[in-house]
């Protein structure tokens, strides 16, 4: 016998991107009808979930937590806690994905508190590297613009202090460049990426040959 709100719903067509409260957390519908061979029905995304998913692009399963939905824009957040290394799916990133790439879509079948404790240790990890590097990076811009540079390069010669600053500084540049790539650049870098690279190498070769020359001066 069908209730009162199985007449209601009958009456009413499901759309991707329309919400509801699920257990008390806010859920989207990232598609009114999927069908993986074994029976069909509605996908939802349920945030602070931990789900498996394919996309349009990545065939295979990964793994991650949804953080937020957003009818609006009609994207889902999920922070990876188990895909590839680099890329826009890398682990420990934050994905923001529209709901059409989205393929397969449903609950982690061994997801728990330790999972969710899995990844705020890898979250953590990542803001203590990049805490690290801002702080590594910061220290070598203090050393480039002390005022006893010129100190410095009676110390260690001319030549080589200016070749030295060379280095320090284009590595600095390839530094943030990476960084505002968000590390997704190691295979296939940019042409921006893969030209200051280039002239990282030539300042590291220009330092190595001052300091040959250096040495043979003093010998």
Same mark, same amino acid.
């Given at each position: 016998?069908?209730t009162?709100?199985?007449?209601i719903?009958?009456?009413?067509e499901l759309?991707?991107g329309?919400?509801?409260?699920?257990?008390?957390q806010l859920?989207? +519908?990232?598609? @009114?009808f999927?069908?993986?061979g074994?029976?069909?029905?509605?996908?939802w995304a349920?945030?602070n979930q +931990?789900v498996?998913?394919?996309?349009e692009?990545? @065939?295979t399963?990964?793994?991650g937590? +949804?953080?937020?939905?957003d009818p609006?824009s009609?994207? $889902?957040?999920?922070e990876?806690? &188990? #895909? @590839?290394?680099?890329g826009? %799916?890398?682990?420990?990133?934050t994905?923001?994905?529209p709901i059409? $790439?989205i &393929?397969?879509y449903?609950? !982690?079948p061994?997801a728990?508190?330790?999972?969710?404790?899995?990844?705020?240790?890898m979250?953590?990890?990542?803001l203590?590297?990049h805490?690290?590097?801002k702080? /590594?990076?910061r220290?070598? &811009?203090?050393?480039l613009?002390?005022?006893? /540079?010129q $100190?410095?390069a009676s110390?260690i #010669?001319a030549? $080589?202090h /200016? !070749?030295l600053?060379?280095v +320090? /500084?284009?590595?600095l540049?390839?530094?943030?460049?990476?960084n505002a790539?968000? #590390?997704?650049c190691a295979r296939? @870098?940019?042409? !921006?990426i893969?030209?200051?690279?280039? !002239?990282? &190498?030539?300042? %590291?070769?220009?330092l190595a %040959?001052?300091v040959?020359a250096?040495?043979?001066a003093?010998?």
């Amino acid at each position: 016998m069908r209730t009162v709100n199985d007449i209601i719903n009958a009456d009413i067509e499901l759309k991707s991107g329309e919400t509801r409260i699920e257990e008390g957390q806010l859920a989207m +519908c990232i598609t @009114p009808f999927a069908s993986y061979g074994g029976g069909g029905g509605a996908l939802w995304a349920v945030e602070n979930q +931990c789900v498996q998913f394919t996309t349009e692009a990545h @065939p295979t399963y990964l793994e991650g937590i +949804c953080r937020k939905v957003d009818p609006r824009s009609r994207t $889902v957040a999920i922070e990876i806690t &188990r #895909g @590839p290394t680099w890329g826009s %799916l890398a682990m420990g990133g934050t994905a923001i994905l529209p709901i059409s $790439v989205i &393929r397969r879509y449903h609950p !982690a079948p061994q997801a728990g508190e330790s999972l969710i404790f899995e990844s705020q240790a890898m979250r953590s990890q990542i803001l203590a590297d990049h805490a690290f590097n801002k702080i /590594s990076q910061r220290e070598i &811009r203090d050393a480039l613009a002390t005022q006893h /540079s010129q $100190v410095l390069a009676s110390l260690i #010669g001319a030549p $080589v202090h /200016s !070749a030295l600053q060379e280095v +320090c /500084s284009n590595y600095l540049k390839l530094c943030e460049q990476v960084n505002a790539a968000n #590390g997704a650049c190691a295979r296939m @870098p940019s042409t !921006a990426i893969t030209r200051q690279r280039r !002239a990282l &190498r030539t300042a %590291l070769t220009t330092l190595a %040959l001052q300091v040959q020359a250096a040495a043979a001066a003093t010998a």
